[in-house]
């Protein structure tokens, strides 16, 4: 098992176990650490030897799974292949089960034989990361979803490295999280000014993980963040609502002001704004503490797009403003 830092670590060294298996019920952490994975190849060479696959594609099975993890990288030394929502490969639903031959005596479908075979013998050139949802009912981030007697979840968990991911979207208690990350990157912090940052974030783990990222990169060169430093930095905790009124019209489902708090938007940003509202959007899905939470039925397609167009931005597969657009009228539809 290795902690999300401990990956990081490893995906900055370039040294990466051929299969992870990335659970836990912090969603945010989870789309982090899948596109560190691709950021690991260089940007130029990403449409070769990076592979994004979504398990609740049909065409999606065991054996193209398989496929992709043998296919050798192209001018790299690694290929990094991400299945999202994996436990629908796993585990995958009944219509998909009909059309399995037979199955294993302990209930493993037999067109999942495939995987079992590379789980016995991973590339050694591929870095295998599968991200699971998690699951329905679960009373802990490390709950596995997935059946722990069959044949297929046993080489799972002997051959890949587990990463539990557990944050504020997982309902974990803000100070810890905070205290956590400043550790991660090296900074003290008085115990004052911790609370003092959760307090102006108003419970809001929005504004939390951006003012958090903030003191990260104010404070990194000194190594120190003090209570004085938190109004620098976060502010006094008044906010206008109309700082939010882009997430807060996504959630409602309100295309027409959404477009419009889009435009002004970028009209008053600068190049990062698109990187900016994604991150916005992407916390605001993944939020069950808002004012206005998302839908929770129409999450799992909203992460999809939230993936989508983040690997498109970073990937320069069309102009910023317009793949932020086509997500906003997505995540409203």
Same mark, same amino acid.
């Given at each position: 098992?290795?902690?999300?830092?401990?990956?990081? $670590? %490893?995906?900055? #060294?370039?040294?990466? $176990?051929?299969?992870?298996?990335?659970?836990?019920? @912090?969603?945010?952490?989870? /789309?982090?650490?899948?596109?560190?994975?691709?950021?690991?190849?260089?940007?130029?060479?990403?449409?070769?030897?990076?592979?994004?696959?979504?398990?609740?594609?049909?065409?999606?099975? /065991?054996?193209?799974?398989? &496929?992709?993890?043998?296919?050798?990288?192209?001018?790299?030394?690694?290929?990094?292949?991400?299945?999202?929502?994996?436990?629908?490969?796993?585990?995958?639903?009944?219509?998909?089960?009909?059309?399995?031959?037979?199955? @294993?005596?302990?209930?493993?479908?037999? =067109?999942?034989?495939?995987?079992?075979?590379?789980?016995?013998?991973? =590339?050694?050139?591929?870095?295998?990361?599968?991200?699971?949802?998690?699951?329905?009912?679960?009373?802990?981030?490390?709950?596995?979803?997935?059946?722990?007697?069959?044949?297929?979840?046993?080489?799972?968990?002997?051959?890949? *490295?587990?990463?539990?991911? *557990?944050?504020?979207?997982?309902? %974990?208690?803000?100070? #810890?999280?905070?205290?956590? %990350?400043?550790? +991660?990157?090296?900074? #003290?912090?008085?115990?004052?000014?911790?609370?003092?940052?959760?307090?102006? /974030?108003?419970?809001?783990?929005?504004?939390?993980?951006?003012?958090?990222?903030?003191?990260?990169?104010? /404070?990194? $060169?000194? !190594?120190?963040?003090? +209570? @004085?430093?938190?109004?620098?930095?976060? !502010? *006094?905790?008044?906010?206008?609502? &109309?700082?939010?009124?882009?997430?807060?019209?996504?959630?409602?489902?309100?295309?027409?002001?959404?477009?419009?708090?889009?435009?002004?938007?970028?009209?008053?940003?600068?190049?990062?704004?698109?990187?900016?509202?994604?991150? %916005?959007?992407? $916390?605001?899905?993944?939020?069950?503490?808002?004012?206005?939470?998302?839908?929770? !039925?129409?999450?799992?397609?909203?992460?999809?797009?939230?993936?989508?167009?983040?690997?498109?931005?970073? =990937? =320069?597969?069309?102009?910023?403003?317009?793949?932020?657009?086509?997500?906003?009228?997505?995540?409203? !539809?």
């Amino acid at each position: 098992m290795a902690s999300p830092q401990q990956v990081r $670590a %490893q995906i900055a #060294s370039a040294k990466v $176990a051929p299969i992870y298996a990335i659970i836990g019920d @912090d969603d945010h952490e989870k /789309a982090s650490l899948a596109t560190a994975f691709g950021e690991m190849v260089e940007a130029d060479l990403r449409a070769f030897n990076v592979e994004r696959l979504y398990a609740t594609d049909p065409t999606v099975t /065991a054996r193209s799974v398989a &496929e992709a993890a043998n296919t050798l990288p192209m001018m790299a030394p690694t290929r990094v292949v991400v299945v999202l929502m994996a436990e629908e490969l796993f585990e995958p639903k009944r219509r998909r089960k009909s059309q399995d031959a037979g199955a @294993d005596d302990d209930g493993t479908p037999q =067109s999942l034989e495939s995987l079992v075979e590379y789980f016995e013998r991973p =590339s050694p050139t591929t870095a295998l990361v599968f991200v699971f949802s998690r699951p329905e009912g679960s009373k802990g981030p490390a709950d596995m979803p997935l059946a722990g007697n069959l044949k297929v979840t046993k080489a799972l968990l002997k051959a890949a *490295t587990l990463v539990v991911c *557990t944050g504020l979207d997982g309902g %974990q208690d803000f100070t #810890s999280w905070v205290e956590a %990350q400043l550790k +991660a990157a090296g900074i #003290s912090a008085d115990r004052g000014a911790v609370a003092r940052l959760v307090q102006v /974030a108003a419970n809001d783990p929005v504004r939390l993980r951006a003012d958090t990222q903030k003191v990260i990169l104010y /404070a990194t $060169a000194r !190594g120190r963040f003090t +209570a @004085d430093d938190v109004t620098t930095v976060a !502010g *006094t905790g008044d906010r206008q609502v &109309e700082e939010w009124a882009l997430v807060n019209a996504v959630q409602k489902g309100d295309v027409r002001t959404a477009l419009r708090e889009l435009d002004a938007e970028f009209a008053n940003g600068d190049s990062g704004t698109a990187f900016k509202v994604l991150g %916005q959007l992407g $916390a605001a899905v993944r939020n069950p503490r808002s004012r206005t939470p998302y839908p929770t !039925g129409k999450v799992p397609a909203a992460v999809e797009a939230l993936f989508r167009t983040d690997l498109a931005l970073k =990937s =320069s597969g069309g102009d910023p403003r317009v793949l932020i657009e086509r997500l906003v009228v997505e995540l409203c !539809g």
